[in-house]
């Protein structure tokens, strides 16, 4: 893998081919099932079919980073959801690439900028996805996005843009 800005990027203004809505169904099911009750990152992790494949967004939420500020290093809630993730991924056929995205809040210390905080958390997702058993071949990039592509525009600091974003893409 190696680390890049154009990750692709998934669209939701095109329908999803009916591959992406059935893979997406069983990766939410799968997850709905793994994911308990009063788990940290269940409300943290979406699935939505989109025009190339399957997106799946783990973001931090309002009460629970996936991160400490300013650190690569996961909370073990993440490690075990990106564990969880990558069991419901590796039964599906695709290829992975990965993008990890920070808020807009600028770094300066300890070794981080936004796009070596970005970079880094989206190798720590790789690395997850691996370790759960993803076969790392089926990843064909891992890339840092620092602060360019919000999923809130107009907040730039929103809790929702720190996350990482894993696109199933399947061949149509």
Do not use: C
């Not at 154009?6 to 099911?29: F, L, S």
């Amino acid at each position: 893998p190696t680390s890049g800005a154009g990750a692709p990027q998934a669209t939701v203004d095109a329908a999803p081919p009916p591959a992406a809505v059935k893979a997406a169904e069983q990766i939410r099911e799968e997850l709905a099932q793994a994911l308990l009750p009063g788990d940290k990152m269940k409300d943290g992790i979406t699935v939505v079919a989109t025009d190339k494949g399957v997106q799946i967004s783990v973001t931090d939420q309002l009460e629970f980073g996936m991160f400490e500020i300013g650190s690569a290093l996961p909370r073990r809630e993440l490690v075990l959801a990106m564990e969880k993730i990558g069991h419901a991924l590796a039964t599906q056929p695709g290829t992975l690439p990965i993008a990890g995205h920070p808020a807009a809040r600028p770094f300066k210390g300890g070794g981080y900028d936004n796009w070596r905080l970005s970079t880094a958390r989206a190798h720590f997702a790789y690395y997850m996805l691996v370790r759960a058993g993803l076969d790392e071949k089926r990843i064909t990039e891992v890339a840092g996005l620092a602060d360019r592509k919000p999923k809130i525009p107009s907040d730039p600091m929103a809790a929702a843009n720190r996350r990482i974003e894993i696109l199933l893409e399947i061949k149509q």
